[in-house]
């Protein structure tokens, strides 16, 4: 999505939307009054979050897991504002928020509420509850001391050498059969969401992850006598119609994927509970975070050791969670082939009733390749939101998934992409909600320009040239830049203007429609910026700065072109 060009819209009514929607990523505290509850919304295949009543940009930073603590927050904020992040992913810890069953503790997530509003940054909290990454390590110590009243999965009993079975052992994740769990679990984040209703009316809070990264590690699924039962039983009718089954046993249903459907689905319905209870103290997004495994390696049927919850398993979600607004990928794969191919997974046109999905990147890899995949998420698949993960400044690294250290220097290599649109995040926002908006990142496999089609006009892109020389015989044909770290987005603003930004790239338009032989003018080139919502002139680009395309380096330079064919 987010490719289709629409028809030429006025300069005249971007000024005036723009000017409608707020600025900046947060309200001050102080601002009297109710705020608007934010939304997802999809228009004509397109999704926006919606946030003071306009389309939002989260320009995201998630920290490390440890890091929502207060004691560390002053090691989190300055890497926050280093980034020129509007938006932070913070954990909830459930171990933290309910240490004894019942009472709650809502002193960490207040000073997250207070940090942010002091930064002027939004937050998106993440629920570690029963699951995170897979495991039950964010569960009280009431829960993980009590087995008998919140199990943990079964594993499945085995046959030893010498004949005997060898029962399965408890797992290190909980079984989603427990309804006790459940109930803690619903009630733990029914109380999260009640004091948020009361203690963030203006809304610093955008959206909550319900969760994170929900699987069985070590086991396809609950061998568990009651799981067990269920398994040999019917799929219920009404998720067999959702996934487009015959009725039947899960085996019958789903063959070789049947374990790990059921898996799938045991936890869906168990998250799809303590969502529903969420949302009915307090109606915010939800979403759920998927990890993944290689989306170009197949086969994949069956193949997997445990119901890992990757793209594969969207349908269930999509049948089985409905009070999520979204499932959104956590993206550490640094190819560019791959990374494309997980922004087409789980960019779905169309309403969520039809298996519609907001694309929305809540973790991406931190290394130095990743910065580009930003435009990549934004103007090819129209993301609400994009974060690299662990970029605070608590001395914790994540390598090899991110870079082998964090500090300043890497933080700047993210800070481009939001020095750059920053400044314009409502109007970009509000351009890629209308479709208006497109981006491309540097491929280093190809040498071919990437292209990108705006009705009557084609913006192509190309890297690793020099700024001077390139349209005569013999000049420099474009090759990869010595890193990958190209990228460039082209919004269109009238039938012959475009809004034009990158970082070390070169774009260039040319009449779509060569076969009248016609070539491109520029009528004028003016660099300049977004201030509060309106185009403020700093100079215009000719000579040497137009003669051979429009060359972006690791400057923020944004660029309003007028062109004319002739
Ligand atoms: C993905 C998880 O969602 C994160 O919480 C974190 O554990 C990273 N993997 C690895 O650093």
Redesign the pocket.
Known sequence: MGRACLGGVGLAAVLVASLSAAQGPARPAAQAGAAPMPRVVEKDGRWALMVDGAPYLMLGM?V??SSAWPAMLPQVWPAVDRLHANTVEM?VYWEQLEPVQGKFDFSVVDALLAGAREHKVHLVL?WFGTW??GAMHYTPEWVKRNPVKYPRVTGQDRVAENGAVVHGAPGDTMSPFATATMEADKAAFSALMRHLKTADPRHTVLMIQVE??INAYGSRRDYSPEATKLFEGQVPAEFAAAMKVNPGTWTEAFGAEAENTFQTWSIARYVEQVAKAGKAEYGIPLYL?H?LEDPLRAPREGRLAWPEMTDHVLDIWKATAPSLDLIAP?I?MSQYAQYEKVLDVYARAGDKSNGGNAMFVP?SGNAAPYPRYFFAALGGHGTIGWSP??LDLTGYA?AP??APSVDNNLIDLFALNYEIVGPMQREIARLNFEGKLQAVCEDPTTRTPQTMVFGPWTASVSYGLRQFGGNFPGATPPAPNPNPTGRALVAQLGPDEFLVTGASSRVDFRPTDATGGKRRAWVRVEEGSYVDGKWKFRRIWNGDQTDYGLNFTTAPQVLRVTLMAY
Request: hydrophobic share 15%.
């Open positions: 998630q490390n897991n954990p993440l995170k990454n994170n990264e975070n990890s956590d550490y973790e993960f662990g994540n998934l991110g």
